[in-house]
């Protein structure tokens, strides 16, 4: 049996055939019906946020326990639901945590955790925050747009870019005394670039666009991205060896970031080339993270997911990768059939697999959608990835539009200086943070090192 003759049943009932298993899923799932998967959505979403309440630190929203970024992700999936499903009862808190994170400046890098943050922690929050402008989420009242907020991370990590070594990339970390410091890594140039192709469609600013440009081409040149080899894309390299290495292991979100960054780069410019590489990039995707033993149609994070030993961070990563793929295909109409096969069959063995119970809660989801039962895994991370696949299926069918400056004029810019001038050229990052980062790192010495919840790239 097949997976597309899964598709084609109908009735409450789905019946899922996996490994020669016949398994009844708790969470019956019809992906293409919008009141299944909504239904699929709000039933994973409920222990998904007791974790959250569950694991936040004492008196700081936003900010979980052992991590910072997770919750900026989290809530970055949770908005995309709330378009595309209407279901909005935890909207007041995600928008209220969402801007008490981004600090005193707006610029999602608050002096409480700025000496220990990686780029790519930093950009989760801003693609959380392009994901409300063009989503329509609501702004907050006497302050600044959520437009504002990603402009002001793009800004920061613009202001990054290393030429000094590599000819240019930007770091894995931030400051030098962080281990993994001198890693140029595919989720912190893809994601910036990701973020500023969104932008730039959305604020119809070119500067946006011409940066976007630099990112790929500099990503394409560097051992990064390979489309020579299959559009292989590399974790990592090294500036340590002028980024002629390339750390390989395989991970899906780095894909999906410069997958769905190259669909914005074709919607807005219709220049082909920008198709040619979405194309590349996800029939790479779709292969790889679509094992064959799973008839190439159940998305698994197949490097760790096997022996279970994804950790914290890679629990997660599937989840935003369908919703990029889902994008992908709502701006690349191109690649809508491909997309739509493999997130369907999905979303069928997501129901298969969020039938765990623990402590109280039911409808846990496990770290392996492809195993038809629970495989004992148990988080928000799981959680956040579930409802992400849940949430993929949804922007295909819904009909809300990924908006524009146009149509959603109240995410207009507005600055910190309240300059209501045009921009023309962004304005560069100043030297304060890298001069800050120099004494502090005589004061503080080589004592202080960021154990990066990433390491296990350069494995």
Known sequence: MRWGSVLSLSGA????????????SNIEITPTSIDSLTEAGKTITEPMWEFYLQNQTTDVPGKLTGTWYVAGAMFMTMIQFWQVSGYDKHN??????????????????????????????????GLAAITASETGFPEVKDKPTWTSLARAVFTMQDGRWDTEKCDGGITWQIHPWQAGYTLRNSISNGGLFQLA?????????????????????????????????????????????????????QWSYNYGTYLAGAAYMYNYTEDAKWRKRAEGLLGRLTTDFFPKQYDHQVFSEYACEPKQTCDRNMLNFKGWSAQWMAMAANLVPELRTEVEAKLQSSAVAIGTSCVGESDGMSDLCGSRWWGAKWDGIKGLEVQQAALGGITANLMLLSSAETKTIETNPDAEEKYLDTSDDDIEELKPISTGDRVGSWILTVLWGSGIVAAGWWLIKQA
């Not at 009932?13 to 009844?24: E, S």
């Not at 005193?104 to 989760?124: I, P, R, T, V």
């Not at 990064?224 to 559009?231: E, G, S, T, V």
């Open 13 to 24: 009932a789905l019946v899922l055939l996996l490994q020669g298993q016949l398994a009844l």
């Open 92 to 125: 007041s808190v995600v928008s209220h945590d969402m801007m008490f994170q981004a600090g005193e400046n707006f610029d999602y890098f608050d002096s409480n955790y700025s000496q220990w943050l990686g780029n790519d922690d930093q950009m989760f929050w």
């Open 197 to 249: 192709a969104r932008l730039g469609r959305f604020t119809r600013n070119e500067t946006y666009i011409k940066a976007a440009e630099k990112y790929w081409d500099w990503s394409e040149s560097s051992p990064l991205i390979q489309p020579k080899k299959n559009w292989f894309v590399a974790d990592s390299t090294s500036g340590d060896n002028d980024c002629k290495d390339s750390g390989d292991m």
